[in-house]
């Protein structure tokens, strides 16, 4: 006969992610790179696998209590995973977790991210595309007219979601083309964020004859 345990959970919150699920345990000291969040153990079945955002899932840790120091630079630097949830009693990353959070106010897993919605409208004296530079973190959608023109990620601690220059909200982040109706367009952008700070800007790259309308 099984004896069944309840579910315990020592920091609340919510996380989304790749399950990542190894059936040994993993020494976080030695076996992963606080530089990447990768598992650089070679004898661990998870070795070269990023951890970064994904929800691991595992027995328990293992190794020395240095672990939870790694697992604390990792949600410093923002490669963490997103949340961890073990079978068997764990103290070592637990204990890194509570510092983060309560010392640091970095919690694992991250808070719910929030949307805020920016709208305008842009008169145009006839039908158009016009270029348009745009800079911003985390993630952002851009609609024009109720359809979407564009939609994109700039995550500082991923790199192949990191825009240049270096995850900062800049207008080198990137450029979409902007569908423009004669006479007046709604355009809607929404952004998502859960990390630090929100940021966004747009610019033409040629305003002439586009205006914004009146209020």
Not at 35 to 59: C, K, N, S, Y
Not at 65 to 76: A, I
């Amino acid at each position: 006969m099984k004896t069944l345990a309840l579910d315990r959970s020592i920091l609340g919150g919510t996380a989304n992610g790749p399950v990542i699920v190894a059936k040994e345990a993993l020494s976080f000291w030695g076996g992963v790179d606080p530089a990447t969040g990768l598992v650089i153990d070679v004898h661990h079945p998870l070795h070269g696998t990023r951890l970064t955002g994904g929800i691991l899932m595992m027995p328990s840790s293992r190794g020395s209590c240095t672990g939870s120091g790694v697992l604390l630079d990792l949600v410093l630097t923002g490669r963490a995973p997103a949340a961890l949830v073990f079978s068997e009693a764990e103290d070592v990353l637990t204990l890194g977790a509570l510092i983060a959070s309560e010392m640091f106010g970095k919690p694992l897993p991250e808070p719910n991210r929030a949307v805020a919605w920016l709208k305008t409208t842009i008169t145009s004296d006839r039908k158009q595309t016009r270029k348009v530079d745009i800079g911003w973190t985390r993630e952002l959608w851009v609609f024009v007219n109720g359809k979407l023109v564009f939609a994109g990620q700039n995550f500082f601690e991923l790199d192949g979601a990191r825009k240049f220059p270096d995850g900062r909200c800049s207008l080198d982040n990137g450029a979409f083309p902007l569908p423009l109706e004669a006479g007046d367009n709604e355009v809607a952008v929404a952004i998502a964020n859960n990390f630090f700070g929100w940021g966004m800007m747009l610019r033409l790259a040629d305003p002439e004859r586009v205006h914004l309308a009146a209020k």
